[in-house]
């Protein structure tokens, strides 16, 4: 290494094209590294969609969602299987268990188990869908007519032809994969039966269906054997309405018969939905767009944008179109974070450096920043990373550590230049060898910073994929920080001319002050131990009774959501209406609370699942909190004040999106029993203990609607008497409640379903379907009164199961200023109120899911974290001292970094922490012990043993005060390095600012403390550690 340090001092030339040229190529892996929102990962989720038109949930449940759940149960591999039963549609998510081998068979396995499953024939096929970070929508564009607040069909096939217009245009663009759509309705055209004109004409629905299946045809029907092989095709379309007019349903050889317009009438329509979307108070529709994969989210966006700015300037006046939840911002404003902190941390460690270190060195140690950061983009190039939301968070946690090391080579480099009054070639020698012996205890320094962010790749859950990026990108900064600092840095630092005068830095006298005092310090090293680990006590009686965990507590967030509840009985129309105040007051709001837009669903239920026509949500997008005056709570204030009097609005919640929350909501119970009544006593028994606890709010039950359903019954004697079957009878019965499709138009447009159904007027009433007759073929026209009996019952709109059984939700919110955290409900109800529960009803199962199971499952990871690094720290130590006692003087500075952190928690009035903070103070962790490797490698190489306390005192105080400069230096670099982004200097980020905050203060604090209790305890422990010393040295070097 010696031999390595001394080339690139001798080769000036040599060391500045290598410096150099790291800067070039990483300009050019800047232009090929993609940029994205977040890392490249596919989720354990599979979702499985499957339609059965017009079927109840009950039956959704028996013949779609079992057979699929039985066949699931063969699967190995899976963690969860959820599902909900809905009208007319199952959706079943499937878990794969983390870290399974081979999670792709496992996904074919799931696949092929869902088509082995026996569905009804007139199911539609089931999908299946994985999600992929790389698929997500980058970002949402809406389009809505101004002034149309609800849209009739006209005006609806108006927006619709000019959003597919757009979508042909963008989907053109490079940048753009694909599209999907919300609150977009396929069109149908309807052919509306007359019941009163067909019970006239006595034709039987199912003979109606039959005639217009048959008489639509276009089928090819073969080549002729002429010379061009002219092919022949029969065509009989069946198109618009001109086409049916004089379509005979019935006909006799003389011409007689109905025609269809004489039963029926032609109408264009669309689908029938069960909500209702919106665009800022507008029905409206948005497009999703999905950007390429050869595209970085950067570029798609520019490129989006610009389009649509273009594409605006030649439409209608009345077209609005908006752009929401652009996930670009996130990248945007850390690559801000990244730019503005390094030129601020660049400038203060300048001039940091310039204080304690001569120009030539502060400059050089100042460009160690650029050279890692350019360092890193060439590795992240190699070993195919993308720049996303973590890999930048990465690089602005090391942004002032990587300097640490640079700090202590230039440091001493800049020592032995000041002291030696000597030849060059001496000069040099002691360089190149001091520079040399700094390599195991830098490196040390180095490996225990990495391995404090190892433990994040064993983190489990979603986020664990989120922040498994981490340790990668650190390690690769730090080891570029390291080859920089015994490569090209002692060839920059290093003065090849003599100095015309003698110079000592203007610190030395304060490395005396320093030695003045610790030298004395040390005759009560005692008390000072003694001090330290009563602080430490106290830090640790603080933190079990004055600190609470929460995963992500409730920071600044730039989405709010509203659930808005209104009577029970209340139809989709009413609340629509209903929700117009509102959406005016946020129309009207909207500059002075930095609203961006939102978006309203009418009739879904907090997780955007089953139809509950008395509920409606708003997700309200409002400016990032570096550019809005007001804070989230405010705004919140605010909506709630102008919103306590609407009339007909039963309540209003408000929420701040939250990571980790997918119903909004903190203190997510499941109770799962296959018994409705069961399940049901459970949940009113969990809600009512709820609504009388006074740290709890917004207690629900997440129950479907209960909806009127009509069990027809046949008699299957009676239809064989009148020479009927089953299905002529369905066949009917489902053509008139639920309509039947008779065919698909393709067109070059989209498709377009021809639906045969009776008029709404004739649904609205049970009595107008008992009127239906059935034509047996043999001139009897038959009522289905004659062989059907009805049943009224009540039945769920949806019916939710969770690992095959099914499963009530109750939901419930911690009150502000309630001083617990959901860790401590969801104990204080499993201990306390769920036990007696479950005494009266056993079968049950009750657990607590959502942010609850997610904080468990990390805080055992957390706890697994702290032990592995704690010990891979103390093994890297062990293996540069050669000592057992050494590192553990070393790593008391761990539990007093950590005191400190606490006390920095307390000082901020963070009384809630989360797992942000956790990962700084694991930062921390690493970090913390670089000082204390430092300052004990140059104690036990230099001290000499001796029994007398004053001679060794002074010993240490006077070789301490030696590493005063690079302690401060390295330390002052990093806080100032990571302080800004704690307090949002340079633009605001929750996650990164409670990272920042927790590793920054609790470096500072332990690095002054690490000045005093480390010789202190070196003291105490010196015979066992210098008596070795100069074999050490020698084979070090």
Request: proline letters at 3%; glycine letters at 6%.
């Amino acid at each position: 290494m010696k031999k390595l340090i001394q080339y690139f001092i001798d080769n000036l030339l040599i060391s500045n094209v290598l410096f150099f040229s790291v800067f070039v190529i990483a300009i050019f892996a800047w232009t090929k590294i993609p940029k994205e929102e977040m890392p490249e990962f596919e989720s354990p989720y599979v979702r499985v969609s499957t339609i059965y038109p017009g079927a109840s949930a009950e039956d959704i449940e028996f013949f779609i969602t079992k057979p699929i759940e039985e066949e699931l149960k063969n699967v190995a591999g899976l963690d969860e299987v959820r599902s909900v039963s809905s009208t007319g549609s199952s959706s079943i998510t499937v878990v794969m268990l983390e870290n399974y081998p081979n999670p792709r068979e496992v996904y074919l396995d799931i696949q092929d188990a869902v088509l082995r499953a026996d569905l009804p024939s007139e199911a539609e096929i089931p999908t299946f869908r994985q999600f992929k970070s790389s698929e997500k929508a980058y970002i949402d564009v809406g389009f809505y007519l101004e002034g149309k607040r609800d849209l009739t069909v006209e005006d609806r096939a108006r927006l619709q032809q000019l959003v597919r217009n757009f979508e042909t245009q963008v989907k053109a663009l490079p940048a753009v994969s694909s599209v999907t759509r919300s609150g977009y309705l396929d069109p149908e055209n309807h052919v509306l039966l007359d019941p009163y004109k067909i019970k006239q004409n006595r034709i039987s629905i199912h003979n109606v269906v039959r005639s217009l299946r048959e008489s639509h045809i276009r089928a090819p029907i073969g080549v002729l054997e002429d010379t061009q092989q002219s092919k022949v095709t029969s065509i009989n379309e069946l198109v618009d309405e001109s086409d049916f007019k004089n379509l005979m349903v019935t006909g006799n050889y003389e011409g007689d018969g109905v025609s269809l317009d004489q039963i029926a009438s032609f109408k264009k329509s669309f689908e029938k939905t069960n909500s209702i979307y919106k665009i800022n108070g507008h029905e409206g529709i948005m497009l999703n767009l999905k950007k390429s994969h050869n595209v970085d989210i950067l570029a798609a966006n520019k490129a989006t944008l610009a389009f649509i700015e273009k594409y605006k300037k030649g439409q209608l006046d009345d077209l609005r179109i908006v752009t929401l939840d652009d996930e670009s911002y996130d990248v945007k404003n850390r690559l801000s974070i990244v730019a503005s902190n390094g030129l601020l941390g660049f400038g203060l460690i300048v001039l940091v450096l310039f204080l304690f270190l001569d120009f030539k060195s502060g400059i050089w140690v100042s460009m160690g920043i650029p050279f890692t950061l350019c360092f890193t983009l060439i590795c992240m190039l190699i070993f195919d990373f993308t720049i996303n939301n973590m890999t930048l968070a990465a690089i602005i946690i090391v942004m002032g550590i990587v300097v640490d090391d640079a700090i202590i080579v230039a440091e001493n480099v800049g020592r032995i230049t000041e002291d030696h009054k000597g030849t060059l070639k001496e000069l040099m020698d002691k360089v190149t060898t001091e520079v040399t012996k700094l390599l195991m205890p830098i490196t040390s320094a180095i490996a225990t910073t990495c391995v404090a962010f190892v433990p994040l790749l064993f983190f489990g859950g979603w986020f664990g994929k989120f922040v498994a990026v981490l340790p990668f990108i650190i390690t690769m900064m730090l080891v570029a920080s390291l080859i920089e600092s015994f490569s090209v840095l002692p060839a920059h630092v290093y003065q090849r001319k003599p100095k015309k005068k003698h110079e000592v830095s203007w610190f030395r006298k304060y490395e005396q002050v320093y030695a003045n005092f610790l030298e004395k310090a040390l005759n009560f090293r005692f008390l000072i131990i003694l001090f330290f680990i009563c602080s430490t006590v106290l830090s640790g009686y603080l933190f079990t009774t004055k600190l609470k965990f929460v995963m992500f507590p409730r920071e600044e967030s730039k989405e709010l959501s509203l659930s808005v509840y209104t009577e029970k009985g209340t139809s989709k129309a009413e609340i629509n209406e209903y929700l117009k105040p509102l959406e005016d007051i946020l129309l009207e709001e909207s500059q002075r609370l930095s609203i961006v837009g939102f978006r309203s669903n009418v009739g879904q239920s907090r997780r955007g699942g089953a139809v509950n026509y008395n509920r409606a949500s708003i997700t309200v997008e409002i400016l990032p909190a570096d550019e809005r005056e007001l804070s989230a709570n405010d705004i919140v204030d605010i909506l709630k004040e102008r919103t306590k009097d609407l009339p007909n609005i039963k309540e209003i919640r408000f929420f701040k999106s939250r990571w980790g929350s997918g119903s909004g909501s903190t203190i997510e119970a499941q109770i799962q029993d296959n018994d409705d009544e069961v399940r049901e006593k459970i949940a009113n028994l969990i809600a009512d203990h709820q609504k009388n606890n006074k740290k709890l709010k917004n207690v629900e039950i997440e129950r479907p609607i209960n909806t009127k359903e009509f069990n027809f019954k046949i008699n299957q004697n009676e239809i064989l008497r009148f020479g009927l079957t089953p299905s002529d009878v369905t066949t009917s019965l489902r053509t008139f409640v639920q309509g039947t499709i008779l065919y698909t138009l393709k067109s070059t447009d989209e498709e377009v379903e021809v639906r045969l159904t009776v008029a709404k007027n004739y649904k609205v009433d049970i009595e107008k379907l008992k009127q239906l007759r059935i034509d047996n073929g043999k001139g009897g026209y038959v009522p289905i009164s004659r062989f059907i009996t009805i049943e009224e019952v009540v039945k769920p709109s949806n019916i939710e199961r969770v690992d095959f059984k099914r499963t009530t939700m109750v939901y419930s919110d911690i009150e502000e200023g309630a001083n617990t955290t959901p860790l401590e409900i969801a104990e204080y109800y499993e201990n306390e109120v769920f036990p007696e529960i479950l005494k009266e009803y056993p079968s049950a199962i009750i657990n607590f899911v959502g942010e609850i199971e997610e904080t468990r499952e990390s805080t055992g990871d957390f706890k697994m974290a702290g032990f592995l690094v704690i010990a891979l720290i103390y093994m890297i130590l062990t293996i540069q001292f050669k000592s057992l006692s050494a590192p553990l003087i070393i790593m008391t500075i761990i539990p007093i970094g950590i005191s400190g952190v606490i006390y920095i928690l307390m000082a901020h009035g963070m009384e809630i922490f989360g797992f942000f903070a956790v990962i700084g103070a694991l930062g921390m962790v690493g970090v913390v012990v670089n000082d204390s490797i430092v300052l004990i490698d140059k104690l036990i190489r230099e001290t000499k043993y001796t029994t007398h306390k004053t001679q060794l005192y002074k010993q240490i105080a006077q070789i301490s005060s030696t590493r005063l400069r690079a302690i401060i230096l390295t330390t002052l670099t990093t806080v100032i390095g990571v302080l800004p982004t704690a307090y949002g200097f340079a633009g605001y980020d929750s996650m990164l600012a409670e990272m920042m905050l927790t590793m920054g203060w609790g470096l500072a604090i332990s690095t002054i403390i690490t000045l005093f209790l480390t010789p202190s305890i070196f003291s105490l422990l010196s015979r066992f550690l210098v008596t070795k010393e100069e074999q050490q040295e020698e084979a070090f070097l």
